[in-house]
């Protein structure tokens, strides 16, 4: 299978993180050496942020809810970008709003109730906790059809707004009235995930630029959607 573009995203923009991370820790380590101080507190060993993380990262939150004793417990987990299935004849808005559908958890899959101390059906959803400063949308386009044994392209439209305000956030949301601009759209051209290539649309001075491969084209001031 070809290299995947969204894979590739975020191996690049993990790596980038841990290399500025293990500079920072060597920078401190240097410092305290040369300070003579060897006895740091635990707190310093953490991972600190990068200015991936300030641009990229935002925070899901996990809630689930007991329906036997209405409690609602909930976990947040960080992320670089979002992944969301796509249907046919769908939008983005349609996306997000399944990824965060409330998904009821009964018979084998019932959720420990850790107040009840045992398990109970319980209603689980994802919202977004903490928006950030850029979205990185990925659209599930290669899925596994159990019938075929092997991946295949999901080339359903997905119909897009230049403008995204996210709407499946937490009460206690960060940045919760955030607007997003469409600046960039990665789209693979292929009949299967291991044919084709990819090409990038980017705007740029107000004008949407075409890059494929080492051709370059300058657009036009409205977005290509024939293209998408």
Not at 58 to 87: A, I, P, Q, W
Not at 104 to 127: F, V
Not at 192 to 217: A, C, M, Q
Request: proline share 2%; net charge negative; charged share 25%.
């Amino acid at each position: 299978m070809q290299q995947d573009a969204h894979e590739f995203l975020n191996y690049l923009l993990n790596t980038i993180a841990d290399i500025l991370q293990e500079e920072k820790k060597q920078e401190k380590q240097n410092g305290k050496l040369k300070n003579g101080n060897m006895n740091e507190p635990a707190e310093s060993n953490k991972a600190e942020l990068t200015w991936v993380h300030e641009i990229f990262q935002g925070t899901l939150t996990n809630e689930t809810r007991c329906l036997n004793c209405e409690t609602v417990s909930s976990k947040d987990e960080d992320f670089l970008d979002l992944s969301v299935d796509v249907e046919q004849n769908t939008s983005i808005t349609h996306c997000l709003r399944d990824f965060s559908n409330t998904e009821t958890l009964c018979s084998e899959q019932k959720y420990y109730c850790e107040t009840c101390c045992s398990k109970q059906e319980a209603q689980k959803r994802m919202r977004v906790k903490k928006l950030p400063m850029i979205l990185a949308l990925h659209l599930k386009r290669f899925k596994y059809m159990e019938q075929l044994h092997r991946y295949t392209k999901l080339s359903y439209r997905v119909v897009f707004p230049l403008e995204l305000r996210l709407f499946n956030t937490s009460s206690d949301a960060v940045n919760l009235d955030r607007m997003y601009d469409l600046v960039a759209v990665v789209v693979h051209c292929g009949s299967g995930p291991n044919r084709g290539h990819y090409i990038t649309i980017v705007k740029s001075h107000g004008f949407w630029l075409l890059f494929d491969d080492d051709i370059v084209e300058v657009g036009v001031r409205t977005f290509p959607m024939g293209l998408v």
